[in-house]
C-alpha cells in the first residue's frame, strides 16, 4: 500500500508499506483523507525530535476496515475521525478526564508498519499518511456518514486544539475580548472557538494580508496585520491572548498584550530548547501564562461535539480545506503549506 516516510533526510511517497492486523483494542481504518498539519513539517525539519523512519500524518479520518478483540465502539463499514491520543483509560490522569496528560500517550511510539521486512514507526500513534492505519480503539471517534471525510478529518487535530484550547484551557467566557496571533490552521480555529464561547471582541493578527478574509468569515471582529494596533482595539487589552505561531517573540507579545488577570496560551510549537523572556512584574497583576497540549481535550466526547455543531452549521470545517492533493502531489501540498498559501492542505489516496 501507499504511504509518506520520512526516513531522516527526505520525505517521499511509497508504494510497498505494509501494516498488521489489528490486535486486542486495536482498529484497522482505510484513511480517505489526511490533513497536513505543521507537526509533520517539525518532524521533517527537526523541531520535534522523533525516530526514524516513520510514516507522518496524524489528523485523519476514513472508514473502519477491522476491529481487534475487546472493541465495541465502533465497527467495520463506521466512518471515523482519528484523535492522536492513545491514552489508556484507567491511569489516574484519564480517571480525572485529563486524557492529554496520560503518561502511557506521550513518548511512546509504535511501530505497526513494516518495509521490506523492517518495522517502520507510527507519528503520533497515529501515520495518517497510509492508507490504512491501526490504532487504539480510544483513538476512532464515530463521525456521522453524512459529514465529507475530508472536512472529519480535521477535527482530529486542528479543531481539537484551536477549539479546544479555547473552551476547555482558557475557559472564554461570554463577553470576554480574544486576541489570536497566527490565522493558519490553528489560529482559525481558536477564532471560531472564541465565536462559539461567545467573545465581544476577538482580534486576529497575522502578518499575511490575505488572511484577512478567512479570519473574519471564521468569526474574527478585527484583523490586523501587526499588534501595534492592538491596544486601539482593546485600549487596557485581552482577557485572552492565543500564540499560535511558536516564535518566542511572539509568545512575548501575547503577555504583553493581557489585560489585568488575562492569560496568555501557548499553542505553536517552537524549537524543544527555545526559551522565552517576559517582565515579571507585569504578571503579578493575576496574568497567566498557559501551556496547552492538544486543546486540553476529551477525544471521545469533544469530536462527537464538534461534529454536531458542524452539522447544525456552528462550527466551520468545510473552510477550512483550502485545497486537495493526491498522494502523488505531497511535496506541492508541503511547499503550499510552507508558504502559508493554505490553511489545510489535505491529501487524498
Do not use: W
Request: net charge neutral.
Amino acid at each position: 500500500m501507499r504511504g509518506v516516510i520520512y526516513d531522516g533526510e527526505r520525505v517521499r511517497v511509497v508504494d510497498d508499506l505494509e501494516v498488521r492486523e489489528p490486535g486486542p483494542g486495536e482498529v484497522r481504518v482505510a484513511i480517505a483523507a489526511p490533513g497536513l498539519c505543521h507537526s509533520d513539517l517539525s518532524v521533517v525539519d527537526g523541531t520535534i525530535p522523533f525516530p526514524v523512519p516513520v510514516v507522518l500524518g496524524h489528523e485523519g479520518a476514513g472508514v473502519v476496515e477491522a476491529v481487534g478483540a475487546g472493541v465495541t465502539h465502533v465497527r467495520p463499514g463506521d466512518h471515523v475521525a482519528l484523535s492522536t491520543l492513545a491514552n489508556c483509560g484507567t491511569c489516574a490522569d484519564c480517571d480525572r478526564g485529563r486524557p492529554t496528560m496520560c503518561r502511557r500517550a506521550i513518548g511512546r511510539p509504535g511501530r505497526p508498519f513494516a518495509r521490506a521486512g523492517r518495522p517502520v514507526y507510527q507519528f503520533a500513534s497515529n501515520s495518517a499518511f497510509a492508507e490504512r492505519t491501526v490504532v487504539r480503539a480510544v483513538q476512532a471517534v464515530r463521525v456521522p456518514d453524512d459529514i465529507p471525510l475530508p472536512s472529519a478529518a480535521l477535527i482530529g487535530c486542528g479543531v481539537l486544539t484551536g477549539v479546544g484550547a479555547v473552551l476547555n484551557r482558557a475557559r472564554v467566557g461570554r463577553g470576554d475580548s480574544v486576541v489570536v496571533i497566527g490565522v493558519g490552521g490553528i489560529g482559525l480555529n481558536v477564532v471560531q472557538g472564541a465565536r462559539l464561547a461567545g467573545a465581544l471582541r476577538i482580534v486576529a493578527v497575522d502578518a499575511d494580508p490575505a488572511k484577512e478574509d478567512a479570519a473574519l468569515a471564521f468569526g474574527a471582529t478585527h484583523f490586523l496585520t501587526s499588534a501595534d494596533g492592538v491596544r486601539d482595539i482593546l485600549p487596557t487589552g485581552a482577557d485572552h491572548a492565543f500564540e499560535c505561531v511558536g516564535r518566542v517573540e511572539l509568545v512575548r507579545q501575547a503577555v504583553d498584550l493581557l489585560d489585568r488577570h488575562g492569560q496568555a496560551v501557548l499553542l505553536g510549537v517552537p524549537p524543544a530548547d527555545a526559551e522565552a523572556s517576559f517582565r515579571v512584574s507585569s504578571m503579578y497583576l493575576d496574568k497567566s501564562i498557559l501551556g496547552c497540549r492538544y486543546g486540553s481535550s476529551r477525544p471521545q466526547h469533544d469530536i462527537a461535539l464538534y461534529a454536531e455543531l458542524y452539522r447544525q452549521g456552528r462550527l466551520l470545517l468545510d473552510e477550512l480545506v483550502t485545497r486537495t492533493y493526491p498522494v502523488a502531489d505531497f511535496d506541492k501540498a508541503v511547499t503550499d503549506a510552507r508558504a502559508g498559501r493554505v490553511a489545510r492542505a489535505v491529501v487524498t489516496f
